[in-house]
């Protein structure tokens, strides 16, 4: 039961995959079309075409690597100087320009010169490119809507737990391991203890400073600068209560901006003793917002921290070792962790909203990726644009003569070098995701 729940977690991953891919390639076709640019080809996947079937004068089809899609537009780049598109160059890199140009302009029919996209004013160009990564954007919106409001989502609480009897440095791991760890020495007693803290008591402030029950990494931090009395007012059988403790310090665990924890480093920091309570919370909307406004921010920090992490990589495919919770996953890995959300042991309304999590995450991926100002992605073609503009308007504020469209295909070069960084990321990446993958327990 467990391989068929893993396969089928495998399948309904790979769904909406096509779907968020789609959905992107949907943003392209409609904003093309509606500024009359000519779109022969509406595709989702790459290589041979599995099924495809032509309306009007674009071809709609499926190819059989879902790793992707695309549509083709007439004119992406303008001509040369020359005026033409079929001459070929002897130099390698002019060659790799003229490439573009001319596969730019297959199916060129009569009447086209007035639907190619690079005839069409920056703005609209802008906008065409744009539509594409919006759509994952408003994509991830919805499901990271449905997943805090609906289903909610486990995460550690400011309810109580359990209450610790005494205070165990972090470092000593040895009495923290025993059936009896304060029978180990002679440790004081938790603060939280002594000031009468109960198991499911709900903590809503700490020396005035309010928190609520999705505020964990909130509630550590205040607990961690604190040393010395202490006002606790926490929520007891639906009445407010003001427990009084004596936090001292004690060595904790190290945690990161994230408030994720540190292996084997430790910190000097106020201490009460107690574990957080684990539960399924539901936001209201405001607080949906907020939480994608954090999400949406780890997501740019953690693009930019992509570099720093290729060693870490690299080291569990070739040196093995340990795979980090935070490596970077690709479409493979991803896959991998849709099975595993179905084969675990928990209810089908928490599977479907860590499904709904990984997909909207995924989505807010492909966002964020695409709109990085390179070529050949979205975000590539978009500095181009815009580009093109703010030297046009420079041009007319200066009265000088219209230095025309820009011409993209004159960076395809650099586009090619950074298509193939790409390619050695993306190939490294998947050998991790077989070799050593990150799975869920």
């Not at 509406?42 to 549509?71: C, D, N, Q």
């Not at 005839?119 to 805090?148: D, S």
């Not at 928190?211 to 929520?235: C, E, F, H, M, Y």
């Not at 896959?335 to 995450?361: C, E, H, W, Y």
Request: aromatic share 10%; glycine share 10%; with cysteine.
């Amino acid at each position: 039961m467990t391989a068929l729940m893993w396969v089928l977690g495998l399948a309904v991953f790979f769904v909406g995959l096509l779907f968020s891919i789609a959905w992107h390639e949907l943003g392209h076709l409609s904003t093309a079309k509606l500024f009359k640019i000519r779109v022969p080809q509406y595709m989702v996947g790459f290589g041979p075409t599995i099924w495809s079937r032509h309306k009007g004068e674009t071809e709609y089809g499926v190819k059989a690597i879902p790793l992707g899609g695309y549509i083709r537009m007439i004119g992406m780049f303008p001509p040369g100087d020359d005026g033409r598109v079929t001459a070929r160059s002897t130099s390698p890199f002019r060659g790799m320009i003229e490439d573009a140009r001319s596969a730019a302009y297959e199916e060129l029919q009569p009447g086209d010169e007035t639907r190619m996209f690079y005839t069409r004013k920056p703005w609209k160009r802008v906008i065409v490119m744009f539509a594409g990564p919006f759509m994952n954007l408003v994509l991830a919106f919805g499901l990271f809507l449905m997943l805090f409001m609906v289903f909610g989502f486990q995460t550690q609480t400011t309810t109580v737990g359990s209450v610790s009897d005494c205070v165990i440095p972090a470092s000593d791991t040895k009495a923290l391991d025993s059936k009896d760890p304060c029978a180990q020495g002679s440790y004081p007693a938790a603060p939280a203890k002594a000031a009468g803290l109960q198991k499911r008591d709900r903590i809503v402030a700490l020396n005035g400073v309010k928190v609520d029950d999705t505020q964990w990494s909130l509630l550590q931090q205040q607990i961690r600068k604190t040393i010395g009395p202490a006002t606790i007012t926490v929520l007891r059988d639906g009445k407010t209560v003001d427990l009084h403790a004596n936090l001292i310090a004690n060595k904790v665990v190290k945690t990161d901006s994230d408030g994720l924890v540190v292996k084997g480093q430790y910190v000097q920091a106020g201490f009460l003793g107690f574990t957080p309570a684990t539960g399924v919370v539901r936001l209201g909307f405001g607080q949906s917002v907020d939480h994608m406004a954090t999400t949406a921010e780890e997501g740019v920090r953690s693009l930019g921290a992509l570099p720093g992490k290729i060693p870490a990589l690299w080291n569990s495919v070739f040196a093995g070792a340990e795979r980090q919770p935070d490596s970077p996953v690709g479409m493979i890995g991803a896959a991998r962790l849709g099975g595993d959300v179905f084969s675990l042991p928990l209810p089908a309304t928490q599977k479907i909203a860590l499904m709904v999590n990984l997909l909207a995450g995924v989505n807010l991926a492909l966002f964020l990726f695409n709109m990085l100002p390179l070529l050949p992605l979205d975000g590539g073609h978009i500095a181009g644009a815009l580009w093109e503009s703010l030297r046009r308007n420079l041009a007319r504020v200066f009265r000088r003569p219209d230095p025309g469209p820009f011409d993209v295909a004159k960076l395809m070069p650099v586009a090619y070098v950074i298509a193939g960084v790409f390619i050695c990321f993306t190939a490294l990446v998947m050998a991790a995701d077989l070799i050593n993958p990150v799975r869920l327990t």
